[in-house]
């Protein structure tokens, strides 16, 4: 485990052993964890996760475009079968 220090500004170095693939100019997003430790996560990293998985639920009639509406869906069957009501009937 690295220990650093916040400096002016509230500035954090990021110690050299850490620094792997990041370079000058990256954007970073930062959080803290339940346990206060800070996240540094890269946007390009993000970026590239998102775009691996892009497209894999696409051409599926099932599912609408708008992933909320289809959330929302999947809530109100959730919520009928609760009131033991038929989701065909629904429709």
Do not use: C, H
């Amino acid at each position: 485990m690295e220990q650093v220090s916040i400096e002016s500004g509230f500035r954090v170095t990021v110690p050299k052993k850490l620094r792997n693939g990041l370079q000058v100019g990256d954007q970073l997003t930062a959080t803290t964890d339940r346990a206060g430790r800070i996240i540094l996560v890269s946007e390009k990293q993000i970026r590239e996760t998102l775009q691996r998985t892009a497209g894999m639920w696409a051409g599926r009639k099932d599912i609408p475009n708008d992933g909320v509406k289809y959330v929302n869906r999947l809530r109100r069957g959730r919520r009928l079968r609760r009131l033991g009501v038929s989701q065909r009937a629904r429709r």
